[in-house]
């Protein structure tokens, strides 16, 4: 089985920093993408920031030029640095990776962390 745990999360006042960290662990051949997705109360789900095994990005334009999203192939993580944080970013983040379970598998699949609370406070 496949794990995704997310850490960093928290309480932090508006233009303030925080750091999100995703380890993926168990049977796990190769990753492809990772990316960190996030749902505000009352709203769907909606892409952050995303990241190719190669180090390719793409970022919500709400968040570009105040999020850098980075990863660590031999730690099978990704983090998620998050600056200039405003109250709009205020929502459950969740972090996703697009994985292969062995050599043999015939696509990858998708999986999804539990999800860490930022809050932004004004």
């Known amino acids: 089985q496949v794990q995704l745990v997310e850490s960093g999360g928290g309480l932090v006042q508006a233009g303030g920093s925080l750091r999100l960290s995703c380890a993926a662990s168990?049977?796990?051949?190769?990753?492809?993408?990772m990316g960190w997705y996030r749902q505000a109360p009352g709203k769907q789900r909606e892409l952050v920031a995303t990241?190719?095994?190669?180090?390719?990005?793409n970022y919500a334009d709400s968040v570009k030029g105040r999020f850098t999203i980075s990863r660590d192939n031999a730690k099978n993580t990704v983090y998620l640095q998050m600056n200039s944080l405003k109250p709009e970013d205020t929502a459950v983040y969740y972090c996703?990776?697009?994985?292969?379970?062995?050599?043999?598998?015939?696509?990858?699949?998708?999986?999804w962390g539990q999800g860490t609370q930022v809050t932004v406070s004004s």
């Open positions: 996703n990776a697009v994985l292969r379970q062995s050599i043999v598998a015939l696509a990858p699949s998708s999986y």
């Open positions: 168990g049977r796990i051949f190769s990753i492809n993408d």
């Open positions: 990241i190719t095994r190669g180090g390719s990005t």
